[in-house]
């Protein structure tokens, strides 16, 4: 069954937006309750020292930006390991936004938390899109602020009107940073976030943030999502595509004891 229908009341002005500009922010669609509650499973999932490992692959890992020291920065994926965060994942005001926003019944695809602590760098300009055989173009992400996200602390920068253009990279199935000047800098909109407040924009938009330069966490859950008829509930199969993809870029680079836990 999807993980949801389009009951999600949005006025049509707002799903207009969205097509038109690839991204909608939804305010304070979780409580301050429910963010506090998410802020004390990220201090445990960050205790989590048993599947903190450069070899395991749930993890990622970000440079400091002054010092160049390797910080841990992501579980992906992390509903497996959190309740709280799978809850959150399935949550049906969350689900039933991003059905409204994709038009029809949207399943759960990708879910990761990225903690980005103070000093950790950000990522280049991208879409999300990676183009693997069937990978959803329908492909859309909700961001949960946990944190307050500004300027400070690396923001996400999303660059609207952008997704009409497609894919700005070779489809070729690996990950391509997009070139600085893929986009117009001063059409850049700095996703300022509240706690409890939502981002979602799909995998066209081009995007970027810059560092944490903050004495704060800019703790972010990304939700991924697919829309029915592209594909239905795909999310263990994606994760078996993901993890082989990642092994072999791994193995490229000599590690080959690389594991999942």
């Known amino acids: 069954m999807p993980a949801a229908g389009c009951s999600h009341s949005l006025e049509s002005a707002s799903r ?25 499973e990220c201090e445990r999932l960050l205790g989590r020292d048993d599947l903190k490992d450069r070899n395991n692959i749930r993890c990622r890992w970000k440079d400091h930006a002054a010092t160049g020291e390797c910080l841990f920065e992501c579980f992906d994926p992390v509903a497996d390991i959190s309740p ?9 005001r969350l689900v ?24 950790a760098l950000g990522y280049d300009l991208h879409q999300d899109f990676i183009a693997w055989p069937g990978f959803p173009r329908t492909f859309t992400t ?4 946990i944190d307050p996200c500004g300027k400070e602390n690396g923001a996400t920068v999303v660059f609207p009107g952008y997704h009409t253009r497609g894919c700005l990279s070779p489809e070729d199935g690996d990950y391509h940073s997009l070139p ?4 117009d800098e001063s059409t850049g909109v700095v996703l300022e976030l509240e706690p409890g407040d939502v ?15 903050s004495d704060g966490w800019r703790r972010l859950l990304y939700l991924s999502y697919n829309a029915d008829s592209d594909g ?10 993901f993890h082989d993809w990642l092994k072999k870029k791994y193995a490229e680079y000599g590690r080959t004891d690389t594991y999942f836990r």
């Open 142 to 145: 909700a961001a949960v602020a």
């Open 232 to 241: 239905g509930d795909r999310r263990t199969a994606h994760y078996a595509e």
């Open 180 to 183: 600085p000047d893929a986009v």
């Open 84 to 92: 709280v965060c799978d809850q959150l994942a399935r949550d049906p």
């Open 16 to 40: 207009e937006a969205f097509r038109r500009d690839g991204y909608f922010v939804a305010r304070g669609l979780f409580s301050p309750v429910e963010m506090a509650l998410a802020a004390m």
């Open 96 to 119: 039933g936004l991003v059905s409204a926003l994709c038009g029809e019944p949207a399943y759960l695809f990708k879910d990761k938390l990225i903690f980005k602590p103070p000093g």
């Open 199 to 213: 981002a979602v924009f799909g995998c066209f938009v081009p995007h970027r943030s810059a560092a944490n330069t």
